[in-house]
């Protein structure tokens, strides 16, 4: 059976989002304004027509030569270096032009470093103590504090440069500043709390080329700080009504996705309940069209349900196997429009409820809230909803505790359905989750069980029919594998002994690609078939 990071393989769950852009009719208006102001340009360009005109009485041809001795005005005479080493300018020009680069050089770009980080960090606090203090003495007069708050927001946007010098990560937690940054997360102004939610996104950013332990003690300061607690409270004051703060929840989801690239600090994140109910909330807001917002917080379910058992017995805890399916049963009829946000949130839905299949406790759930029923049906009349439910299937009557998904499918009348499902489909992927699934059936039904013996009368009905199908389907991941085989016996030849341990690892990598796991499995199945003594059920 598939791994949990196979499901994500094969789920289709994108990499890094990107937010949809906004569009600015006022910036729109004003390149409009641009590109015609610009097009009307080309009428200062010469037209012989217009040139013409100019006199219509002068006369065509040559002009006369100059009257005797006169040869027009004298040329000036040349500088001390000649007309063609003096570089054309006079010496005052020469000393405007000099002063301007004196003043150029001035205006270098300053340089990032430490010294630089300090005096960013004092300006920084010294703003964030300015403003709170004019908004604690003008509680009532905005306009006596909301220009300091401008020059909070342009201070918070300007450490944005850090993300190009992540080796200035350690000194940025030794100021203090990054638990101010956080703290910024409860401002009063919205604005800046969504623009310091940004910024942490793109300090924490999977592009940023920071050292492991430069990324971890930068978000170790930042989880201490209550990043989790503040993102949570701003899920709940921002009205996703207003673009700028669905902007601001987007960001905040970013900041998570982040954070959840390392294994300990996804622990952590799996640990806020309060969180994960207002994940859980939002992937069920009724939405016309599903939203990126509602996509977004579906994928960090799923992001956190693989990353951990802690994580999926904390979701398990909540009821989120039910919930999770109610979201899929639409799909077992209709399927969502391809490449839109729905499908992913189709798919991210179906890769939690994977996850959690994975746990007793999940396998438990899944049963009490008919979870092998719904998956019957999507096999029976699904369609993108087919392979992902198949698989859920699979997870779920997998693993030692899953004896009781196997019983289940039996009395719901399933091995019909997954039978005829196995001769029609020419699909190799929906082929193994079945094959799979045989064999968890046939391993775990007890001996002498009604559930067994007709899972077992299937294999021989109609003149061994599935049994002649598995048969072939073995043969033809014999041919892969022994393709593979022969790269693997090509290269043996020329693998030096120092390189042979890591090309080992390769060989096994390519001899499971190429189904060794998937032929393994349906060695199992005919060996259990075969001990079982079936002839007796034919």
Known sequence: MASVDEIFKSSGISGKRKLDPIRDPIQDEIYKSAKMSSSSSSNRHAQVDDAQDEDEDMEAGPAPPPDEEDFGPELPPDDDEGRFFGGGITKQESEILDYVDEADAGNAPEKIDAAWLRKTALNFEKRINKNAELRAKF????QKFIGSEADLDADVKGLSLLSEHPELYPEFVKTGCVASLVSLLAHENTDIAIDAIEIMGELTDEDVSAEDEQWNGLVDAMMDADLLGLLVSNFSRLNEDDESDRSGIYHALGVIENLCSRQSVAERV????????WLLQRIQRKEDVVSQNKQYA??????????????RTQLIRLDAVDLLLQLAAPYRRRDPDKGGEEEEYMENIFASLTCLADEAAGKSKFIDAEGVELCLIMLKEGKKSKPPSLRLLNHAAGGNSGVEVCQK??????????????????????????????AS???????NSAERIRTLAKFVEKDYAKITKLIKFRRDYVARLSLAEQQNDAEKATTSADDRETAELEWLSRRIDAGLCTLQTIDAVLAWYSLSGTKRYH
Do not use: W
């Open 139 to 142: 509680e009532d007069e905005p």
């Open 270 to 277: 799996g640990e806020d309940e309060k969180l994960l109910q």
């Open 298 to 311: 579906a994928e960090i379910l799923a992001i956190l349900s693989q990353m951990a058992v802690a994580n």
């Open 409 to 438: 499918i039996v009395e719901a009348g399933g091995l019909k359905t997954l039978f005829t499902l196995f001769m029609k489909t020419q699909d190799h992927r929906l082929a193994e989750h079945l094959v799979e699934i045989f």
């Open 441 to 447: 059936m046939l391993r775990l039904l007890p001996a």
